[in-house]
């Protein structure tokens, strides 16, 4: 017994277009089989009707004459009704004592003599007989005569009846896959729309009016619900930078009490947590302001003149803590998109390798090649298992102990979505440190994260401290 909830057969098509197909298809297979057999038994009780009707005539009409007439001059009176017929008078021991038309003794010697009208068949012929006084007057007809037209009436009708079933046949799934396929190339199109539809785009609506008049309440209630996730989305938005905004004057006050503090190791152990937490209110106003619904105001960047930028900012503070850092331009592309987002991503990926690497490390910072920004250290080895979650949010090492909130590497994220590409993530060049991408082309979102190329022909590194 299948499981409650099961899918449908496998043997079943998935799309809708199939499924009509399929039925209209076995409809039809089932009407060519059934249809024929059904009229060709309704015109053959059809033609038997009249048949026998045609033949009480022709036997009530010699049995009239016979009543003034001999048997010979009745039978030869009578009008011939339809074709193939044999108008005979016999008496009670079956002696023919008239006749007209082909001799039939078979159907003579058959035939029933009664006091009431009877029919007998036998193969292809068919007789009624019918008592005057003490002879009996018998028709014949033989149905495989070519003056019988009811025969040939139902063979022309079913040959032609089978010429015009057949392209009905074809015809009838070929129309339900055509309106079908008119019905699910709106829903397509409605898809696509949907598909569309995402964090910068949440102002966009499916338009119902297009859709089948089953199909709009679907519509009606996704488009309700994509109100409310735009409000959500808002709200979120806003409660965030409001909470961030909130917090800057209190940490503005923190730090002037902090830095009355007469003890020195107290005054500098308070102004570096009053700083981590004003580095995490701000990184929290970027997030929020990156994560406001609609478009995204977009302008040519230079990303090698963007990264040497970042790079001549960070410079000084990462020289002093005992690390090296130095720029390459290996032919980075200009690319259309947010100048501010995307300084923000990279000195948020300057930072964390800061942050995370020893003295004596050194930081590379790269553009290109094409539309990507490049961040490698050659600090300790990372675990390949955090490499799936270190782009989550408020997201630590279990024994990590840097300064990190754990939103840096999740800001840089989201700046490479609002561009539709990707932070990837990978292991450094020979397994140590970390190697970060921000690919900001669709294509090369799709690749992994490589170790550093060596320097081509033609590059330059115009920053190395």
Known sequence: MPAEGAGPRRWLPRSLSGQFALLHGGIALVAAATLPLGVTVLLHRVAHHYQREVLAQQVGEVAGLLAAHDPVRAVGMADIRAGGLTLSVIDRSRRVLAERGSPRPA?????????AMRLVRRGPLVAVSLPVGARWVIVTQDETAPEVVTDNIIRTFLWRFAI??????????????????????????????????????LDRRLPDRM????????????????????QGFVA???????????LRTPLAVMRLRADAVADAGTRQALLREVDRAARVVAQLLDLADLERPGEVACAPVDLAALAEAVVADRAPAILASGRGIAFADRGGATVSGRAGALILALENLTDNAMRHTPPGTRITVEAGPGARLRVTDDGPPVDPAHLSAMATRFWRAGNAKGEGSGLGLSIVARVAAAHDGRLLLAAGAGGRGLDA?????????????????????????DSNW
């Open 236 to 246: 979120q938005a806003a409660f965030a930078a409001d909470v961030a905004h909130e």
């Open 437 to 461: 991408v921000l690919a900001l082309d669709p294509a090369l979102a799709e690749g992994q994260a490589n170790p550093p190329p060596t320097m081509p022909d033609g590059a330059r590194d």
């Open 107 to 115: 159907m003579v010697a058959a035939v029933p003599i009664g006091a």
């Open 211 to 230: 859709l089948p008049l089953e199909v709009r309440p679907l519509a009606t209630a996704t488009n309700a619900a994509l109100d409310r996730l735009e």
């Open 164 to 201: 015009l079933l057949v392209p009905l046949t074809l015809l009838i799934p070929l129309a339900g896959v055509w309106l079908t396929r008119r019905l699910t190339r709106r829903m397509t199109e409605t898809a696509a729309i949907a598909a569309a539809i995402g964090p910068r785009t």
